[in-house]
């Protein structure tokens, strides 16, 4: 069945290193691609989203690649903060158009830990 | 502009009991979605609803789970006669309607304990 998994459970940097985190996707019908940021005890925050019709999108020191051809889909985050130490999911929206479209189907999750 | 709110955070319930949990959509918002989140796990879609519809409800568990989103008021996760394994965290979003993108903005969620 449909399935969005990370290739890594945990990452640990530095403080001002780069990170990435790394998704994969099952659902070639998948459109729509979400990073969410939860940090202990909270719910989801949105980071950035992405089209299945764009291969790049950036946002403020976070950037969002979209490899369809092999199902991959990373998030980089510049000059890594310990702000930034959380669990990052990846969401898809899958049969976007149908009744499930508002449906998000979410990765397992990666702890990115950042050390001062 | 107030965020989705939940209530309340946490909620103890005994083997056999009712919980009611409740979701107010960020102001603007008509769509409304439950997740369940288990320890060191993704979330996993549960319901989407429109005031007084449900849209889809493909990962309700059939028995003893229902959600409504009444024309007034928050919507409500209602589960009867909880047994432990519904121990969990429980998290709403709301969107406006999806058009090509559907960012959904998530509570901080109930957390549900069942003794």
């Known amino acids: 069945g449909e399935s969005v998994g990370l290739h890594l459970p945990t990452l640990s940097v530095q403080e001002g290193d780069n990170s990435i985190i790394n998704c994969a996707y099952s659902?070639?019908?998948?459109?729509?691609f979400i990073w969410y940021k939860q940090e202990s005890g909270k719910g989801p925050q949105f980071i950035i989203d992405?089209?299945?019709?764009?291969d790049k999108r950036q946002g403020q020191r976070v950037t969002v690649l979209l490899n369809k051809t092999v199902k991959h889909l990373s998030l980089q985050i510049a000059a890594t903060q310990p702000g930034d130490s959380a669990v990052y999911f990846c969401?898809?929206?899958?049969?976007?158009?149908?009744?499930?479209?508002?449906?998000?189907?979410f990765g397992q999750g990666t702890i990115l830990t950042v050390h001062p | 502009n107030a965020g989705v709110m939940q209530n309340p955070r946490h909620l103890v319930r005994r083997r056999g009991q009712e919980a009611r949990l409740r979701c107010s959509p960020m102001?603007?918002?008509?769509?409304v979605y439950w997740y369940r989140q288990l320890p060191e796990e993704g979330l996993k879609f549960m319901v989407y609803?429109?005031?007084?519809?449900?849209?889809?409800e493909s990962g309700m568990p059939k028995e003893r789970f229902s959600a409504e989103f009444p024309k007034e008021g928050p919507s409500i996760l209602r589960i009867q006669q909880v047994v432990r394994g519904d121990s969990a965290a429980y998290f709403c979003?709301?969107?406006?309607?999806?058009?090509?993108?559907?960012?959904?903005?998530f509570g901080a969620g109930t957390r549900l304990s069942v003794l």
């Open positions: 979003a709301s969107s406006p309607p999806p058009r090509g993108q559907n960012i959904q903005y």
């Open positions: 659902n070639s019908a998948s459109d729509y």
């Open positions: 992405i089209r299945s019709n764009m």
């Open positions: 969401a898809e929206n899958i049969d976007a158009g149908g009744t499930s479209y508002g449906k998000l189907t």
């Open positions: 102001k603007g918002h008509s769509h």
């Open positions: 609803l429109q005031k007084e519809n449900i849209i889809d």
